[in-house]
């Protein structure tokens, strides 16, 4: 059971680094074995599987409607497990539509291996409730182990089935097997019933109205863009754009999940509405993670091209294109991917889910533009002109954001906006 007792923002730092630590060996397995996997797997092949895990994304994400983000807001054990329930239930039926989709997607000329969607599916929710069970728990030693668990051992399994000419089917099997392992590691009940299904349901209602759409269309405009992609300059351009982004997010993976992981149920013990103090933590924050972007940036300007082709293979060399004029991008994701738990524990979802629409809408017509007009590195250009502009109205407003600084005052429903 967490610890109620503990100052809202205390102990951040401790948690962070502990998930830090857990993200940076579960990252760098992944990275230091990408130049195997370029030599085990061809570009056509990588293109091809981040098509099938862009879809199975997409669908995992929402897999439990979101409710288990509710998690770290609920005030007791009872509705905890309520919402524990409720979650289990409905990734069950999303699990069985995403078969059907399956079958679809087979009939409509998908390679046999579209018959691990509704495992991939299945696997993504139930490492996501899991991960929220622990987080409400704060238990980051264990969340810490289980990123190790989750992508150091897809990393290792997806070598092995690349030294065992599993092709497509190896690199989708692997991440799989990887995410079920680490959901075992947390220890996440798998059974039981808790009453009160339908008022929590209810009351944490925001999360499947708002969370959900603004997560689906998050992951929609991945899945769009590798789409685009492929079918503009086909499967190897994938490929390219599947590992730059893979190689590229990977410093936001790492520092964004660990932050985010710490900075939510701190947030939401200190209340829905933000003080001056929480606002300054926040501020806090963002100039830490801005101040590891800028080299990060600089770095990809200068060495990219080079960099990947002689870590992966000269083959590789465009994907380094892209990945240079991807940098700006990349940068502002970095700063900004930690801090969407911010308007979830400031119950300001509605706020975030209609900036988002206007983001991804600008991300998809920006690629699209930058395709017809200069290629996958003509694209990158476009998608990184885009989100400077976008990214940074959206990091303004949240470092003025309004704030309250009566902490006795009990929380309110009504969704905050700047």
Same mark, same amino acid.
Request: proline residues 5%.
């Given at each position: 059971?967490?610890?109620t007792?503990t100052?809202? &923002?205390?102990?951040?730092?401790?948690?962070?680094?502990?998930? #830090?630590?857990?993200?940076?060996?579960?990252?760098?397995?992944?990275?230091l074995?990408?130049?195997?996997?370029t030599?085990?797997?061809?570009?056509?092949?990588?293109?091809q599987y981040?098509?099938?895990?862009?879809?199975?994304?997409? &669908?995992?994400?929402? @897999?439990?409607?979101?409710?288990?983000?509710?998690?770290?807001l609920?005030?007791?054990?009872d509705?905890?497990?309520?919402?524990?329930?409720?979650?289990?239930r409905?990734?069950?039926?999303?699990?069985?539509?995403?078969?059907?989709?399956?079958?679809?997607?087979?009939?409509?000329?998908?390679?046999?291996?579209v018959?691990?969607?509704?495992?991939?599916?299945?696997?993504?929710?139930?490492?996501?409730?899991a991960?929220?069970?622990?987080?409400?728990?704060?238990?980051?030693?264990?969340?810490?182990?289980?990123?190790?668990?989750?992508?150091g051992?897809?990393?290792? @399994? $997806?070598v092995?089935?690349?030294?065992?000419?599993?092709?497509?089917?190896?690199?989708?099997? @692997?991440?799989?097997?990887?995410?079920?392992?680490?959901?075992?590691?947390?220890?996440?009940?798998?059974?039981?019933?808790?009453p009160?299904?339908?008022?929590?349901?209810? $009351?944490h209602?925001?999360?499947?109205?708002?969370?959900?759409?603004?997560?689906?269309?998050?992951a929609?405009?991945?899945?769009?863009?590798?789409?685009?992609?492929?079918?503009?300059?086909?499967?190897?351009a994938?490929?390219?754009?599947?590992?730059g982004?893979?190689?590229l997010?990977?410093?936001?993976?790492?520092?964004?999940?660990?932050?985010?992981?710490?900075?939510?149920p701190?947030?939401a013990?200190?209340?829905?509405?933000p003080?001056?103090?929480?606002?300054?933590?926040?501020?806090?924050?963002?100039?830490?993670?801005?101040?590891?972007?800028?080299? #990060?940036?600089?770095?990809l300007?200068?060495?990219?091209?080079?960099?990947?082709a002689?870590?992966?293979?000269?083959?590789?060399?465009e994907a380094g294109?892209?990945a240079?004029?991807?940098?700006v991008y990349?940068?502002?994701?970095?700063?900004?991917?930690?801090?969407?738990?911010?308007?979830?524990?400031? $119950?300001?979802?509605?706020?975030?889910?209609?900036l988002?629409?206007?983001?991804?809408?600008a991300?998809?017509?920006?690629?699209?533009?930058?395709l017809?007009?200069?290629g996958l590195?003509?694209?990158?250009?476009?998608?990184?002109?885009?989100m400077l502009?976008?990214?940074?109205y959206?990091?303004l407003?949240? @470092?003025?954001?309004?704030?309250?600084?009566?902490?006795?005052t009990?929380p309110?429903?009504?969704?905050?906006?700047?």
């Amino acid at each position: 059971m967490r610890d109620t007792a503990t100052p809202p &923002l205390q102990g951040l730092l401790r948690a962070s680094l502990t998930l #830090l630590a857990g993200g940076a060996l579960a990252q760098a397995l992944p990275l230091l074995l990408g130049p195997l996997l370029t030599r085990l797997f061809t570009p056509a092949q990588f293109g091809q599987y981040h098509l099938f895990a862009a879809v199975a994304t997409n &669908l995992g994400v929402v @897999a439990c409607a979101r409710y288990e983000f509710a998690l770290p807001l609920a005030r007791s054990d009872d509705e905890a497990q309520a919402l524990r329930v409720l979650s289990l239930r409905i990734l069950l039926g999303v699990a069985l539509a995403s078969a059907l989709g399956a079958l679809g997607w087979a009939a409509l000329g998908g390679g046999a291996w579209v018959a691990w969607l509704p495992l991939a599916v299945a696997a993504a929710g139930v490492v996501s409730l899991a991960t929220l069970w622990a987080t409400r728990e704060q238990r980051f030693s264990a969340l810490a182990a289980a990123r190790v668990l989750q992508y150091g051992g897809a990393a290792l @399994a $997806q070598v092995a089935a690349g030294w065992a000419g599993a092709g497509v089917a190896g690199l989708i099997a @692997a991440p799989i097997a990887a995410t079920l392992l680490a959901t075992v590691w947390l220890r996440l009940p798998l059974s039981g019933s808790a009453p009160g299904l339908g008022a929590v349901a209810r $009351q944490h209602r925001v999360f499947p109205l708002l969370n959900t759409p603004h997560a689906f269309t998050g992951a929609l405009q991945d899945t769009l863009g590798v789409a685009l992609i492929a079918a503009s300059l086909g499967p190897a351009a994938a490929g390219f754009w599947g590992l730059g982004l893979r190689y590229l997010k990977a410093p936001a993976t790492l520092v964004g999940s660990a932050v985010s992981q710490a900075l939510y149920p701190k947030l939401a013990q200190a209340g829905t509405r933000p003080t001056r103090a929480a606002r300054a933590a926040l501020r806090r924050v963002m100039l830490v993670l801005a101040a590891l972007a800028l080299p #990060l940036v600089a770095l990809l300007w200068a060495l990219a091209p080079w960099g990947f082709a002689w870590l992966f293979g000269a083959e590789w060399r465009e994907a380094g294109e892209l990945a240079r004029a991807l940098a700006v991008y990349i940068g502002l994701h970095f700063v900004s991917a930690p801090l969407a738990v911010v308007t979830m524990a400031w $119950q300001a979802q509605a706020w975030a889910l209609k900036l988002a629409l206007v983001g991804q809408v600008a991300f998809v017509a920006a690629l699209a533009a930058g395709l017809h007009w200069g290629g996958l590195t003509g694209a990158g250009w476009a998608v990184s002109g885009a989100m400077l502009l976008y990214f940074g109205y959206y990091l303004l407003q949240l @470092a003025f954001w309004p704030v309250d600084d009566d902490t006795a005052t009990e929380p309110v429903v009504e969704e905050s906006r700047p």
